[in-house]
């Protein structure tokens, strides 16, 4: 049986898709969370009791939520619960949105308007390993990074000072700016400027392929990603 939660902050949207999941007989929504801090909450909880039972196999994950959205939760769960899997279920098709999600660790991103048969598939699957990605996005998704990859190389790893370094590896694990300059003590005016100046030596035009472009390049890792 594999053992679920669903996070969004719909009453609504939750009980749908709890009637949908546990229509399944291999299915059983264990709890459900209002958003991520709830959702770690909740996590954090059955670990304290050390009742392997009550851990999820997978989150089914919904991204725009208040306290904390679906990308800082699933980071959380990636950093403290690596073998919960995070299925992430939105209405937000945008390429930000998308490369956040998949970057923060999300196994899979899918649209609300997913059949109900096509839902219940993708839960099962990625718990066995398998990445789900919308029909309607994968196709923007495999173009992004054909482009990404010939993103031209006019600056060399030794060229970005520590700070803009450090900005940089958050950027690629999908901080926002405000939570880049939370962590590294800098207002989000700051991080706004240096972001500006890493663009300008990466000649890059947004995040997503800054982070790609810092990857190629040698000035982050994959492994501190």
Not at 61 to 70: A, C, R, S, T, V
Request: aromatic fraction near 4%; include cysteine.
């Amino acid at each position: 049986m594999i053992k679920v939660i669903v996070c969004d902050d719909q009453d609504i949207v939750r009980e749908g898709l709890c009637t949908i999941l546990n229509s399944d007989k291999g299915i059983q929504v264990t709890d459900t969370a209002s958003n991520g801090q709830e959702l770690i909450e909740l996590l954090e909880g059955s670990s304290d009791t050390k009742v392997e039972e009550s851990m999820p196999d997978i989150i089914l994950m919904d991204l725009k939520m208040p306290i904390m959205n679906g990308i800082q939760a699933t980071r959380r769960i990636r950093s403290s619960f690596s073998e919960i899997k995070v299925l992430v279920l939105t209405t937000y098709d945008d390429d930000e949105w998308i490369m956040d999600a998949l970057r923060a660790g999300a196994s899979g991103y899918l649209l609300k308007d997913t059949p109900k048969s096509g839902l219940t598939d993708a839960v099962k699957g990625t718990v066995l390993g398998n990445t789900y990605v919308d029909p309607s996005i994968a196709g923007r998704l495999l173009a992004f990074i054909t482009d990404a990859a010939q993103l031209p190389k006019n600056s060399a790893a030794n060229d970005y000072t520590e700070r803009e370094r450090s900005i940089l590896l958050l950027i690629a694990k999908g901080y926002s700016n405000a939570e880049i300059g939370s962590e590294l003590l800098l207002s989000t005016g700051t991080v706004r400027n240096y972001s500006s100046t890493i663009f300008l030596k990466l000649g890059v035009s947004d995040r997503t392929q800054a982070a790609i472009a810092a990857l190629r390049l040698g000035v982050i890792r994959i492994e501190e990603v």
